[in-house]
């Protein structure tokens, strides 16, 4: 883990609006888009809070 993470997350907001202006979505792509990255978010942070439960 990096010694900022501060930093790090700010990074990583950065890089992905880049990717996001480069991607020229239109509105609808753009909500798609979002849509689709809040659920994939959601199966991730459930799958790291079943991973953390079962260490305990």
């Given at each position: 883990m990096p010694?900022?993470?501060t930093a790090t997350l700010n990074a990583g907001v950065y890089i992905l609006l880049y990717l996001i202006g480069e991607a020229d979505?239109?509105?609808a792509g753009?909500?798609?888009f979002i849509e689709e990255v809040t659920a994939y978010t959601e199966q991730?942070?459930?799958a790291r809070r079943s991973e953390a439960?079962?260490?305990r």
């Open positions: 010694d900022d993470l979505f239109d509105r753009l909500e798609q991730w942070l459930a439960a079962a260490q």
